[in-house]
């Protein structure tokens, strides 16, 4: 009997092999691929779709640009990726409008993440801002469908507030559009807030109080300042 026990756990020790080196691959890809996407996120900003080359992409990846057309195909499928997932983020800080039914605090957490975002991503919030300005050529059918129906569903539940007296009878589209270009200002026009804040960025207290600020100020438009209080 004993052959045969040991047997057994060799050939469970072989199964779990493959399994192992499988984990071991994805892991390995994943962090090249995330290399990468960082990499290209900040290429694409500083330099557009144009002006940005796999070279340049693979050599602040620092991998080789074999590697660079491994894991993505061609330039415009890396930018794509780059853009929906940057999109993605953006959408996912509305996950506030599901985890309340108070107005204020959905808005407040909605600004604060976005604002947040900006901060940690400020390249991907620029790529976006260069694609939107040149016509959002790669992007037009993302926005169109999952961007459009994420906004409309919000437009939604903000017309029944306003509806239920808790909110002011303002336009919901342009409320979330103030909300857009405030919270991404901070990224896109960096440069300028670090020149008006004496050739530094800000600090993590200026931060908050930006935030806070935008908070009051977009509460108190819409009806909402005695939640402030």
């Known amino acids: 009997m004993t052959p045969l026990k040991n047997a057994s756990k060799q050939d469970s020790k072989i199964a779990v ?15 090249n691929e995330e290399q990468i996407l960082a990499a290209a996120e ?20 620092n991998v080789p640009k074999a590697n660079v057309h491994y894991y993505f195909s061609t330039k415009e499928a890396l ?50 801002a260069h694609e939107i300005i040149r016509g959002a050529k790669f ?9 459009k129906n994420w906004l409309d569903s919000r437009v939604v539940v903000m017309r029944g507030w306003i509806k239920e007296g808790k909110m002011d009878a303002i336009e919901p589209y342009s409320l979330m559009y103030m909300i857009f270009a405030t919270t991404q200002h901070y990224a896109d026009f960096g440069r300028q807030i670090e020149i008006f ?7 993590d207290a200026q931060f908050a109080e930006a935030k806070e600020n935008v908070v009051r100020i977009i509460l108190k438009g819409v009806g909402l300042g005695t939640a402030l209080n």
Not at 197 to 203: C, E, G, I, M, W
């Open 139 to 147: 992007s037009s059918d993302y926005i169109s469908t999952t961007v």
């Open 197 to 203: 804040n004496n050739d530094q960025p800000l600090s």
């Open 79 to 128: 930018y794509r990726r780059i853009m929906e997932d940057v999109c993605d983020h953006w959408l996912e800080a509305a996950a506030t409008f599901d985890n309340s039914a108070d107005p204020a605090v959905i808005l407040r957490g909605y600004i604060e993440a976005k604002m947040d975002l900006s901060r940690a991503r400020p390249y991907g919030s620029r790529l976006w």
């Open 17 to 31: 092999k493959p399994a192992q080196n499988g984990a071991h691959k994805a892991a390995i890809r994943q962090e």
């Open 42 to 61: 900040k290429v694409f900003a500083d330099y557009g779709f144009k002006g940005a080359t796999t070279a340049l992409i693979a050599e602040v990846a």
